[in-house]
């Protein structure tokens, strides 16, 4: 079982930032490809960014491009995501999410996900 906990959550002015993090318990999936999505309000969860595996190549929604960037230490089993330039619209639960496919990932799979942390942007 992969645990995955997120921390680093919440609550900025816009035009703010925040970093977020994400620890995987297990070696399970070690060397997998990981993402965040996140999930507003009334709405459904939209992928974020993703990482591959040795973390050479990243992928972001069009929305957070230019603002958001996503790492991985592979040595502390951890992923982060750095957000800055924060929008009220950016207000969401952010997820943590880790799949052994890249393409499944960027399609909004996730073999486990975390619990979740709130980011909150004030306008």
């Known amino acids: 079982q992969v645990q995955l906990v997120e921390s680093g959550g919440g609550l900025v002015q816009a035009g703010g930032s925040l970093r977020l993090s994400c620890v995987r318990s297990?070696?399970?999936?070690?060397?997998?490809?990981m993402g965040w999505f996140r999930q507003a309000p009334g709405k459904e969860r939209e992928f974020v960014a993703a990482?591959?595996?040795?973390?050479?190549?990243?992928k972001y929604a069009d929305s957070v491009k230019g603002r958001f960037t996503m790492s991985r230490d592979s040595a502390k089993n951890s992923v982060y995501l750095q957000m800055n330039s924060l929008k009220p619209e950016d207000t969401a639960v952010y997820y943590c999410?880790?799949?052994?496919?890249?393409?499944?990932?960027?399609?909004?799979?996730?073999?486990?996900w975390g619990q979740g942390t709130q980011v909150t942007v004030s306008s």
């Open positions: 990482i591959s595996s040795s973390g050479g190549n990243t």
């Open positions: 999410a880790v799949h052994s496919s890249w393409s499944a990932l960027l399609a909004g799979s996730s073999q486990y």
């Open positions: 297990a070696r399970t999936l070690n060397n997998s490809p």
